[in-house]
Nanobody
Framework: QVQLVESGGGLVQAGGSLRLSCAAS????????MAWFRQAPGKEREFVAA??????HTYYADSVEGRFTISRDKNVVYLQMNSLKPEDTAVYYC???????????????????WGQGTQVTVSS
């Protein structure tokens, strides 16, 4: 059974940085895609970034491109967030799927394992 445990959220001022971690366990993640999504109050959950386990190829939402970096070291997936803005405030979720193709990699519905979420609050 896949387990995803996020950590690293917190309160930061606009312009600051945070690094989120997602510890993955429970199976081999070969050929998996790992992703970060976020959900702000009153809004739908949205794609932030994804990384292919084997190739480490990365994908980003336009809203975070150039500010956020997703990476993987062994079984931990990181999301380095720089130049944070108040609109980045949300609960951030780690997710995993073994069935992503390029056209679907940003779709929440293809991810079948989720972490519990970690709160990120950016003050202005």
């Amino acid at each position: 059974q896949v387990q995803l445990v996020e950590s690293g959220g917190g309160l930061v001022q606009a312009g600051g940085s945070l690094r989120l971690s997602c510890a993955a366990s429970g199976r081999s993640f070969t050929n998996y895609v790992m992703a970060w999504f976020r959900q702000a109050p009153g809004k739908e959950r949205e794609f932030v970034a994804a990384i292919r386990w084997n190739s480490r190829h990365t994908y980003y939402a336009d809203s975070v491109e150039g500010r956020f970096t997703i990476s993987r070291d062994k079984n931990v997936v990181y999301l380095q967030m720089n130049s944070l803005k108040p609109e980045d405030t949300a609960v951030y979720y780690c997710a995993a799927t073994g069935r992503a193709i390029l056209s679907t990699i940003r779709l929440m519905t293809i991810y079948d394992s989720w972490g519990q979420g970690t709160q990120v609050t950016v003050s202005s």
